[in-house]
């Protein structure tokens, strides 16, 4: 592959005379040169001459000498010769502002009747102007006998992903599936969440890895691991041209902050946490919990939502909502089921990320 280089001979750096290989697909004129305000790259000399156009297009892996670099208003320090960072972080992107829905829904043991549901609010949500909906953990089904999710999970998971795809492709939304049985290889489900985007297709698929086995202070218990089969990779971050990096989990990972650093450290710009939350735990830790990811993260969070009552024993909280990276509360869904809708702004994220840098100042990544 062709290269371009960009000569530094500036003292600050290691060796006198460093270059940063890139493909020189990523320049508009791979020998063109404009002056760039030393102030980008914290060194003293007034000008340095960087190529004409970085990072239009993104490549897998971009090798950077050691120093300090603003890209995209956001510094790196790399403590080796050479180091790669995912071309994820050269964020010359063209994500709009957009609307985005997190649906709450009392999903029951009748497939047909939540993908009904499901679908009414869907509707509702893009008559509103959403472009990315989000549906609760369990939409399609949640039973009074867990055993019941084993027997029907083949049917369930084929009719979710028909069900997905067509309201994807109806609709012309990017929608997210968050948690549905999938059969695995050892008797179990995984409990997975599927991003499609409006074309209808997979662009994203996580297996949630932190089941919810616990004795819950007000009597109930809880053994998600007695039906579930645990995924063992962490959650993938999708990179929308339009809708931004997305980053997806499941429910009860809310509470592994390292999960979402993991999202974070890949790109991430919106964090997806459908959920299906218990009223006794959500009434003191849900909103607090997604208000975290939000702030320690920098990142948008859309976390769709069950409610109320499913059967004698399973209550859930409800408060489908949408926390913008500051970890103010844009749209709340409330206790009934519902839609809560509120915008994704670029702008508004670039300036969180301006304001309170923490990202740039980790220490241990």
């Not at 062709?2 to 000569?7: A, E, K, R, S, V």
């Not at 004129?29 to 970085?54: A, G, K, M, Q, T």
């Not at 499901?118 to 989000?134: K, W």
């Amino acid at each position: 592959m062709p290269y371009g280089f960009i000569l530094d001979p500036y003292p600050l750096f290691p060796h006198p005379c460093s270059f940063i290989p890139v493909p020189s697909s990523l320049f508009l004129h791979p020998c063109s040169f404009i002056p760039v305000p030393s102030s980008l790259f914290l060194h003293p000399c007034s000008f340095i001459p960087v190529s004409y156009f970085l990072f239009l297009i993104p490549c897998s892996f971009i090798p950077i000498p050691y120093s300090l670099f603003l890209i995209d208003s956001s510094f790196f320090l790399l403590p080796s010769s050479f180091f790669l960072l995912p071309s994820s972080f050269f964020l010359f992107s063209s994500m709009k502002s957009y609307l985005a829905a997190a649906i709450q829904m009392t999903s029951v043991p009748d497939v047909d009747k939540n993908l009904t549901q499901a679908e009414e609010f869907i509707d509702l949500a893009v008559r509103r102007g959403a472009e990315l909906v989000g549906l609760p953990e369990n939409f399609a089904f949640m039973g009074d006998d867990e055993g019941e999710k084993l027997t029907k999970a083949d049917s369930i998971a084929s009719l979710c992903e028909k069900f997905l795809k067509t309201m994807a492709q109806r609709y012309q939304i990017a929608i997210v599936g968050g948690g549905f049985p999938v059969p695995s290889d050892n008797g179990k489900v995984y409990n997975t969440c599927l991003l499609i985007d409006k074309n209808g297709v997979e662009v994203a698929r996580y297996e949630k890895v932190h089941l919810f086995d616990v004795n819950v202070p007000d009597g109930n218990t809880y053994q998600e691991s007695s039906t579930v089969k645990a995924g063992t990779e962490l959650p993938p971050v999708y990179a929308s041209e339009e809708l931004g990096k997305i980053g997806l989990s499941v429910c009860y990972d809310v509470r592994f902050p390292e999960l979402y650093r993991s999202l974070s450290h890949q790109g991430a710009e919106i964090l997806l946490v459908p959920a299906a939350f218990t009223a006794y735990t959500g009434k003191d830790h849900w909103k607090v919990l997604l208000q975290a990811r939000a702030i320690e993260n920098t990142c948008y969070v859309i976390a769709p939502a069950q409610t109320g009552r499913h059967n004698g024993l399973r209550q859930t909280h409800g408060h489908a909502m949408i926390i913008d990276p500051w970890g103010v509360i844009l749209a709340d869904a409330g206790d009934r089921p519902g839609v809560a809708i509120a915008e994704i702004d670029p702008n508004r994220l670039t300036q969180v990320r301006r304001q309170m840098p923490s990202l740039q100042h980790r220490v241990f990544v």
